[in-house]
């Protein structure tokens, strides 16, 4: 048997082969995901399985675990027998995957725990899609949450609001272009929408910002890699990464 189960749950162990997927689940889980962190822990916890009149076993909960299991290659994962007509057993699919949607992070507390781990756990983090951006998401809007009396932690994502943005985008002689707010506009909201650059004498600039899109997954982890290595070099100075990067391009470019 290959398999990575706790030690208490080896009298659980059944074989892959024999379980069957729920039909027609509507949870869409991260398989990636879940096999980083078995592959780093082990499963600690069984699926949940309902067994059929031909020998085999519906996963009524742990659809993904068992994808997760099968792509490192185990034969043999652990699992708990539910006893249940088949709405019964639908029902406890449907309630195992809601209860999990009505949760959420909170960004604050996730940012200390994820601190804590990230430079001893950085290929897990990888794994968990807790890259160096999405941990800088999290630590600015943690610093926004505790600046609000009574705010909540629950992360919100800006909508873009293209007819403000498309009114000050301008082209200058290179035909370069760049979006400029003057002191007419709120700079605040134009941060959050889109990137800009502000004339002397205006607000203080907002942070520009790029989408960079890879040709592979290779090409993401090594960008991730290098990110991390950029932030743990003191020869670099700066307290963000961008500023960090902007001394890595004056030390290596002529730009």
Do not use: C
Not at 46 to 62: C, F, L, S, W
Not at 174 to 198: C, F, K, L, P, W
């Amino acid at each position: 048997m290959n398999h990575k189960a706790h030690e208490s749950l080896t009298d659980m162990l059944v074989p892959l082969d024999s379980l069957q997927p729920l039909e027609n689940n509507p949870r869409v889980g991260n398989v990636e995901a879940i096999a980083a962190s078995y592959d780093e822990f082990g499963q600690v916890k069984p699926i949940v399985i309902r067994e059929n009149e031909d020998g085999k076993a519906t996963i009524i909960a742990g659809n993904h675990q068992v994808q997760a299991a099968k792509k490192l290659g185990w034969t043999h994962i652990a699992a708990v027998p539910l006893d249940a007509d088949d709405k019964r057993a639908v029902a406890f699919a449907l309630a195992d995957n809601r209860t999990m949607e009505l949760g959420h992070t909170d960004p604050t507390k996730a940012v200390q725990m994820i601190t804590e781990v990230v430079t001893d756990y950085g290929d897990l983090m990888d794994g968990l899609g807790w890259d160096d951006f999405e941990i800088a998401l999290y630590e600015e809007h943690a610093e926004n949450a505790a600046d609000i009396e009574g705010g909540t932690s629950t992360f919100i994502r800006p909508e873009l609001v293209g007819n403000i943005l498309e009114a000050l985008v301008q082209e200058d002689e290179d035909g370069e272009r760049r979006i400029v707010a003057d002191d007419t506009v709120d700079h605040n909201d134009i941060a959050i929408q889109g990137s800009t650059v502000t004339p002397q004498g205006a607000a203080p600039q907002a942070v520009v910002q790029y989408t960079l899109v890879f040709d592979d997954p290779d090409q993401q982890k090594r960008w991730y890699q290098f990110v991390r290595w950029l932030r743990s070099q003191p020869s670099y100075e700066g307290e963000t990464t961008a500023e960090k990067l902007m001394a890595f391009v004056d030390a290596h470019s002529e730009v």
